[in-house]
RNA sequence: UCCUCGGUAGCUCAAUCGGUAGAGCAGGUGGCUGUUAACCACCGUGUUGGGGGUUCAAGUCCCUCCCGAGGAGCCA
C-alpha cells in the first residue's frame, strides 16, 4: 500500500492508498460521511460507509471536526460525480490531531474560518490559517509557478541569477520612502531596487537578473501596494530601449504562456476569464509615445474625472487605467520626459527633452507591472544627473565608475511579482498573492 | 498626509422618527444511502470598538481617541 498525493492520485485507480492531510469540510448522512479531505496537493472526497468500516470508524468520521488531521486509507475509484474524476472508498481513518469544540472554553473555540462569508479583515487577521483555504491555495500555487516561469526564461537565455544586496548604505532616488535600519550605529537602509547593482553585473556578465524582495515605505494605502514585495531586475549590456521592449514582451507571453498550461486548474477556482489572459501571449505589445498616451487623454477629455494634465505630468492612476482599457493586452507607454523620471535615465538622443523609458501597463485597470528604461552610460552626464537631483555623489563613485571603465549603452526593467500575480489571477487586490503580505498598518502575523 | 465609508453574538449582517437587542451561518442534539457552501427540526450566545456629553430614554445624536476598508498622491 503506498502513501500518495491527491495531485497524482489518478495513477492509482482501484488500488488501495493512504492520504495524510486535512479535514476541509464534511457532509453526513445516517450511513455515510462525506469528507472533504485536503492534502496540500489537492481536495479529494472520501466517502465512509458504515457497512465497510465498521462502527468503530464510521464513528471516528463522524466525530472529525473541520480542519481536523487525520490519516485515512481506502480504495481509489473512478467516479463522474467527483470535480477531479476520483474519490476514496475508505477502509481506516486514524485521527491524528482533533479540534476540539466546547462553548465554554475559550480555548476550544474550533476552527475559525468557517465554509461561510467572512470579511477581509477577520481572513488577515487569520492569514496564517486562511492560507489553507480553496482560493488562497490556488493563488500561490500560481505565484509559485509565475515564479519558475521567472527563472526559466532568463536562465534559458542565458542570464546569470546576480543576487543584490538587501541592506544598501544610501538611497537610490532619495530616502523618503526607504526603511531605516541600524548598522553598527549607522544608518542603512532596506533596498527598493536592486537595479544599481544590477549594472555592475550586467558590465561584468552580460546579461543578469537579480530577484529579491524589495521594501518602499510610502505610505500607500491601495489595492495595488505592498510595504515589502518581489521583484525581478533583468539588466543587459549593450542593448536600448528598443530591445529592453522586446526581452520586456518576450518575457512576458512566456510566463503568461506558461501558467495558461499549468495552471488551468488554479485559474479555474479563481474564475479566471482565461480569453483575456490569451491576448497577452500575442506579440507585439502595442507602444504609445508619451505625447501620444498625452493626446487619449486629452481626446477623452471630461469622460472621465481626473486631473487634467500638462507636459510633463505623470499619469496618476486613473489616467493609466483608461489608457490600458484602449487595448486588449498589455501596452508600452515610452518616452516619459525627463523631469518626471530617476536621474540614471537615458536621454532620447532624437529629442532630449524626453527619457528613453517604459512602463508596461497590464490590461483590466491591473496598471503598471513592469517599469524599465535606458541607462545613462555617460560619465559626465551622470554626474551631472546626480547633482542636479541633489544626491551624495561619494555614495554613487562605484556607480559612476561603472562609466569610467568600458562603459556601453544598457538597459533593464523590473517586474513586481504581487502585481502580476494579481492581474494573472484577476482579483481585486494585491495582499493575497503573497503569503504573509507587508502593508501600512499591517505586519501581523 | 488628505478624502470617503465602516466597527452590534465566534463569523456575516439587521434593528423605521432616539423607545428597552435579532436573523443566517458556525457549534450541540436528533433525522436522512450520494451529499457538493447538503438539507430538515430543536437548543445557547451580547461591556453594540474605548472614553466623555446631550436626553426621561442612545446601537441610533454630538465630541474625542482607537481600529478596519476603499480612494488620492507615489510607485512595481
Redesign the pocket.
Given at each position: 500500500m503506498s502513501v500518495v498525493y491527491i495531485e497524482n492520485i489518478a495513477d492509482y485507480e482501484e488500488k488501495e492508498v493512504t492520504l495524510k492531510g486535512w479535514l476541509y469540510?464534511?457532509?453526513?448522512?445516517?450511513?455515510?460521511h462525506?469528507l472533504?479531505f485536503r492534502d496540500g496537493t489537492g481536495i479529494i472526497?472520501v466517502?465512509v460507509?458504515r457497512?465497510d468500516t465498521g462502527e468503530e470508524m464510521f464513528a471516528i468520521a463522524e466525530s472529525l471536526?473541520?480542519e481536523s488531521s487525520f490519516i485515512v486509507t481506502g480504495i481509489v475509484?473512478k467516479?463522474s460525480?467527483?470535480?477531479i474524476g476520483f474519490?476514496i472508498?475508505a477502509s481506516s481513518i486514524e485521527s491524528v490531531q482533533m479540534i476540539e469544540?466546547d462553548?465554554d472554553d475559550p480555548q476550544k473555540?474550533?476552527y475559525?474560518i468557517?465554509?461561510?462569508?467572512?470579511?477581509?479583515?477577520?481572513l488577515?487577521e487569520n492569514r496564517h490559517l486562511w492560507l489553507r483555504s480553496r482560493q488562497q491555495w490556488a493563488i500561490l500555487r500560481i505565484r509559485h509557478s509565475v515564479i519558475r516561469a521567472i527563472r526559466d526564461f532568463f536562465d534559458n537565455r542565458g542570464f546569470i541569477l546576480f543576487d543584490t544586496p538587501i541592506l544598501t548604505p544610501a538611497a537610490c532616488e532619495g530616502t523618503s520612502?526607504l526603511f531605516e535600519v541600524d548598522y553598527y550605529d549607522k544608518k542603512a537602509y532596506l533596498t527598493q531596487?536592486g537595479q544599481l547593482y544590477a549594472e555592475a553585473g550586467a558590465i561584468a556578465f552580460g546579461k543578469v537578473y537579480c530577484f529579491g524582495p524589495?521594501f518602499?515605505a510610502?505610505?500607500?494605502?491601495?489595492?495595488?501596494?505592498?510595504?515589502e514585495?518581489w521583484?525581478v531586475e533583468p539588466e543587459v549590456a549593450y542593448i536600448t530601449l528598443k530591445e529592453d521592449m522586446e526581452l520586456a514582451e518576450q518575457f512576458v507571453a512566456y510566463i503568461v504562456k506558461y501558467i495558461l498550461e499549468t495552471r488551468t486548474p488554479e485559474l479555474e477556482i479563481l474564475e479566471r476569464d482565461i480569453s483575456k489572459l490569451q491576448s497577452a501571449t500575442e506579440l507585439p505589445y502595442p507602444r504609445v509615445h508619451y505625447n501620444d498616451a498625452l493626446k487619449m487623454i486629452e481626446e477623452a477629455g471630461d469622460k472621465i474625472e481626473?486631473?487634467k494634465l500638462n507636459w510633463g505630468d505623470?499619469f496618476?492612476?486613473?489616467?493609466?487605467t483608461y489608457i490600458a482599457g484602449q487595448f486588449d493586452k498589455p501596452v508600452f507607454i515610452h518616452r516619459f520626459p525627463v523631469i518626471?523620471k530617476s536621474f540614471y535615465m537615458q536621454p532620447d538622443p532624437e529629442d532630449d527633452k524626453y527619457s528613453m523609458s517604459m512602463?508596461?501597463l497590464a490590461p483590466e485597470g491591473y496598471?503598471?507591472?513592469?517599469?524599465g528604461s535606458q541607462r545613462v552610460h555617460d560619465h559626465d552626464l551622470l554626474m551631472k544627473r546626480i547633482k542636479d537631483h541633489n544626491l551624495p555623489l561619494d555614495s554613487f563613485q562605484w556607480y559612476l565608475d561603472l562609466r569610467k571603465y568600458g562603459s556601453v549603452p544598457h538597459a533593464g526593467f523590473?517586474?513586481?511579482v504581487?502585481?502580476f500575480v494579481t492581474w494573472i489571477c484577476g482579483i481585486?487586490?494585491?495582499?493575497q498573492t503573497i503569503p504573509f503580505p507587508r502593508?501600512?498598518?499591517?505586519i501581523y502575523p
Open positions: 469540510n464534511k457532509r453526513s448522512s445516517k450511513k455515510l462525506f472533504q472526497q466517502i460507509s457497512d471536526t473541520q475509484k467516479d460525480r467527483s470535480k474519490e472508498h469544540y462553548a473555540q474550533g475559525p468557517t465554509p461561510k462569508e467572512h470579511g477581509t479583515a477577520f488577515m520612502t531596487s524589495t518602499r510610502e505610505k500607500s494605502k491601495t489595492r495595488r501596494h505592498l510595504t514585495f521583484m481626473w486631473d505623470d496618476g492612476s486613473p489616467h493609466e518626471t512602463d508596461l496598471g503598471e507591472i513592469i517599469g523590473g517586474l513586481g504581487e502585481r481585486p487586490h494585491i495582499r502593508m501600512l498598518d499591517r
